[in-house]
């Protein structure tokens, strides 16, 4: 009969017996000698006649049947273990399936069983000597391996005709192998945070654990059993509540699964793209899209499924929601609140507000590219949105930030001439025809503004009511202006009596009047 056959095997050729009825046809179909066939099925009858009976025996009692000689005890467990390995690499993908939970099934029902270390080594070494994709080192949902592409990719700019070279970030989680792939400006830390951030709204769901190279933008200092990472991929993790790990330095098996899919990403991504030309980097993000979608919905080589269906049906289930905010790159710079009470944004070239009163005062500019806070002494005294241009010296003022008379002029800067006479109407008619006068008597409206605003000051110092008298000596010399004005209040010229003229020209006939002169 040549070698034992493990119990699967053994019922696998009785249940071809039982579908051909022939020693020969079943031999044929299972590629083994006719002799092996006969020798099974005669021990099947031995027990029961009807072998469809047999074949509903629970495993301790089937071994009795064919493997009852206490000489090959060692060879029963082993059939045993064997014939349960396909099972056991199935159960394992279910949520909270576990080796250890397996293994005390598997010594409940076997108590002279393998001891769990043996139980696992025996079950890797049986996965792999059977060639199953299932890997027993990958949990479903628990890691993402990265790793940038050793090859770029390009866009060319339509106005100039410049090409850009553009980095390519892989992903994948090595249990399903469902990947991704984004193409970025650089390597740096921003760029590479971006790509992560891609890489989970892809996913749309968080792993337990990212797993990269010892890249600069992820790790500070690389270290076998501590690395140090860096301080933006830490607040990512904090963000996303999720754990970052770093492949020992040359040790590409540690991340063998990301390895292996950037020579995939080569053939299925690089290779269907390479006569296309891109026009921007968005442009060239849907063209990779689009290949990664056609990826990840082909057929296993080698079992049932595709990576997305094997990922939404066992990865996403167990993995952990995205939050509802994506993990914004916070910077930190130092920045003296100016005379003009605004902090200056080294980096865009943008000037920011804060109260006036911290003028002087150093303080420390967070910002992020959505949102600017200025701190002083770990209080927050402002915030601003981002201001959209570059290099641009604008301002981003907030008039509670302002002091008074800086708002009483902003306020100014937005009205018109009418706004000036309504104002000067309100304290009489005098002061509105003064206001007329002055708005009337430059070549531009807005040239008086200033003019206006002052006299208004004037009514605020001395009252109202003396504005109004001393508008009314202007308007009977027919002119008016802030200076005249504020000769007249500062001299107290509006409190005085008009004097009545002590000389008259008496009438005579020697002297002509005006009509003479007509």
């Not at 020693?23 to 029961?48: E, F």
Request: charged letters at 25%.
């Amino acid at each position: 009969m040549g070698k034992i056959k493990r119990m699967d095997q053994v019922k696998t050729i009785l249940r071809v017996y039982l579908e051909t009825g022939s020693i020969k046809g079943s031999a044929r179909r299972l590629g083994v000698s006719k002799n092996t066939v006969k020798i099974y099925v005669r021990k099947a009858r031995s027990h029961c006649e009807d072998l469809s009976k047999v074949l509903l025996l629970t495993d301790v009692d089937f071994l009795k049947v064919f493997y009852s000689s206490d000489s090959k005890a060692s060879t029963s467990r082993e059939l045993v273990f064997e014939g349960k390995v396909t099972d056991w690499t199935k159960a394992l993908s279910k949520v909270g399936v576990t080796r250890y939970l397996l293994w005390e099934e598997y010594r409940e029902e076997y108590p002279d069983g393998f001891g769990y270390s043996q139980f696992c080594r025996r079950l890797r070494n049986a996965v792999r000597r059977k060639d199953l994709t299932l890997s027993l080192d990958h949990n479903p949902g628990e890691k993402v391996q990265i790793d940038f592409a050793g090859k770029k990719m390009q866009w060319v700019d339509s106005s100039s005709g410049e090409v850009h070279d553009c980095e390519v970030l892989v992903a994948v989680m090595p249990y399903s192998q469902y990947s991704f792939a984004v193409a970025v400006p650089s390597q740096k830390t921003a760029d590479f945070i971006q790509a992560i951030n891609q890489t989970f709204l892809y996913f749309g769901k968080l792993p337990q654990v990212v797993l990269s190279d010892n890249l600069k933008a992820f790790v500070v200092r690389s270290n076998r059993y501590q690395p140090k990472f860096n301080e933006l991929c830490i607040q990512l993790a904090t963000h996303y509540q999720i754990d970052l790990e770093a492949a020992r330095v040359r040790k590409p098996k540690d991340k063998a699964s990301v390895e292996n899919m950037v020579r995939t990403i080569y053939s299925r991504v690089y290779a269907p793209l390479r006569n296309k030309t891109f026009h921007s980097l968005a442009e060239l993000n849907e063209g990779i899209r689009e290949q990664l979608t056609i990826h990840n919905n082909k057929p296993y080589q080698k079992k049932e499924g595709t990576r997305q269906s094997v990922f939404e049906q066992y990865e996403s289930p167990v993995m952990k929601d995205l939050p509802p905010d994506l993990f914004e790159i916070k910077q930190t710079t130092k920045a003296k609140v100016q005379r003009n009470y605004h902090v200056f944004l080294g980096e865009e070239r943008n000037y920011y507000s804060v109260p006036f009163k911290y003028v002087g005062k150093q303080t420390t500019v967070v910002y992020t590219s959505k949102i600017v806070e200025v701190y002083l002494d770990n209080q927050r005294i402002a915030i601003h949105e981002r201001l959209p241009g570059r290099d641009t010296y604008m301002h981003q003022t907030n008039t509670t930030h302002m002091p008074k008379n800086h708002i009483e002029w902003k306020t100014s800067q937005g009205y018109d001439a009418a706004y000036f006479l309504e104002q000067a109407q309100k304290i009489g008619d005098a002061t509105c025809w003064a206001f007329g006068h002055i708005l009337t008597s430059r070549i531009h409206q807005s040239q008086g503004y200033n003019s206006c605003r002052a006299i208004l000051q004037l009514g605020k110092k001395y009252s109202n009511e003396r504005l109004e008298k001393a508008a009314l000596r202007c308007q009977k010399i027919g002119k008016a202006s802030y200076s005249i004005l504020n000769n007249i209040l500062s001299k107290n010229l509006d409190q005085q009596a008009e004097q009545i003229p002590l000389f008259k020209t008496p009438e005579h006939d020697n002297i002509r009047g005006a009509e003479k002169y007509q």
